[in-house]
């Protein structure tokens, strides 16, 4: 089993930024990815972000591509999310996800980009 704890969301203007974090603790194996999906009210919960094992692999939604930077500390079995440049369209429940030996999702954290 893997818990993951997301961290780091909150209120901010348009333009702000946000860090989110997430811890992962548990049984965790080396090889792994970690991702952030987000889910805005009344939608799907959409991809965000994913890094590899390593942090040298990253992919992002074309819709955050510029504006976020997905890194992880495997000291830290964390994960982070630097968001700049928030729009009101960011605003979502964002979650945190590990793929290794098993799915797992985290509780979320609310992201609200105000206009």
């Known amino acids: 089993q893997v818990q993951l704890v997301e961290s780091g969301g909150g209120l901010v203007q348009a333009g702000g930024s946000l860090r989110l974090s997430c811890a992962a603790s548990?049984?965790?194996?080396?090889?792994?990815?970690m991702a952030w999906y987000r889910q805005a009210p009344g939608k799907q919960r959409e991809f965000v972000a994913g890094?590899?094992?390593?942090?040298?692999?990253?992919n992002y939604a074309d819709s955050v591509k510029g504006r976020f930077t997905i890194s992880r500390d495997n000291a830290k079995n964390t994960v982070y999310l630097q968001m700049n440049s928030l729009k009101p369209e960011d605003t979502a429940d964002y979650y945190c996800?590990?793929?290794?030996?098993?799915?797992?999702w985290g509780q979320g954290t609310q992201v609200t980009v105000s206009s």
């Open positions: 996800n590990y793929v290794g030996g098993g799915n797992y």
């Open positions: 548990g049984k965790i194996f080396s090889v792994n990815i």
């Open positions: 890094v590899g094992s390593s942090g040298a692999t990253t």
